[in-house]
């Protein structure tokens, strides 16, 4: 083989290798642009999930030219716990943890919406659009249902599903958890416990409201007598 094939051979090589880094960075600082999610710049991991997800970010952009008109949140989150029975303050202190209530967010492992549902995720929960926060939180909250009655209500062993794939989380026995996914389950149940703290604040009424309304009670029944 002569000098004149090597070197050929060689510049083949090189802008095969050259074109991949330049690929993969592309698909990077996509998902950091639309998807706010933080891949590393040269990180070839999850690529082809992170190429699914922003092919479906486009076709909801291309179907919603005008842009998004995004039900409340709160209220889908409500709507999706009662269908499939999950309490509803852990529903939404998953979705907090994992994206913020970020309809459009995009995660460094293609994750999409504001359940953060992979490709394949998405595609078993029935969901067509991730982006589209009905479809997409319905979709994860449904998952949740199913991990509900998989780990009998156990709150840390569904998260810990949730976030790292139950088949890496048995039903019972001893559970070692990575450092990551022990980091995000106590996000998880201590905004759980943040907002059956609030809403119990919130529907619990106030010394302040109780001794007005006792006030008004016992003005009401002056005015009765007289």
């Avoid at 290798?17 to 070839?44: C, K, M, Q």
């Amino acid at each position: 083989m002569n000098r004149s094939v090597l070197r050929f051979l060689r510049d083949i090589v090189l802008l095969s290798v050259v074109s991949g880094i330049l690929l993969v960075a592309g698909i990077n600082g996509a998902v950091r642009f639309v998807g706010g999610g933080y891949p590393h710049p040269l990180s070839p991991l999850y690529f082809e999930t992170k190429v699914e997800a922003l092919l479906l970010w486009a076709k909801h952009k291309a179907l919603h030219p005008l842009g998004d008109s995004h039900e409340a949140h709160d209220q889908l989150l409500k709507e999706a716990a009662e269908e499939f029975r999950v309490p509803v303050h852990f529903a939404r202190a998953v979705a907090i943890t994992e994206s913020n209530l970020m309809p459009h967010r995009i995660s460094a492992a293609g994750a999409m919406g504001v359940m953060q549902l992979m490709p394949f995720t998405a595609r078993d929960m029935g969901v067509q659009d991730p982006f589209d926060s009905r479809q997409n939180i319905r979709g994860g909250v449904k998952y949740l249902g199913y991990l509900w009655r998989r780990y009998r209500g156990d709150k840390r062993r569904i998260a810990a599903a949730y976030n790292a794939g139950m088949g890496r989380i048995p039903k019972r026995g001893p559970l070692s958890l990575p450092g990551e996914t022990r980091h995000y389950v106590k996000k998880v149940l201590r905004e759980t416990n943040r907002l059956a703290l609030l809403h119990k604040r919130r529907s619990t009424p106030t010394k302040r409201a109780r001794l007005k309304a006792k006030q008004n009670s016992r003005k009401q029944n002056a005015k009765m007598v007289h």
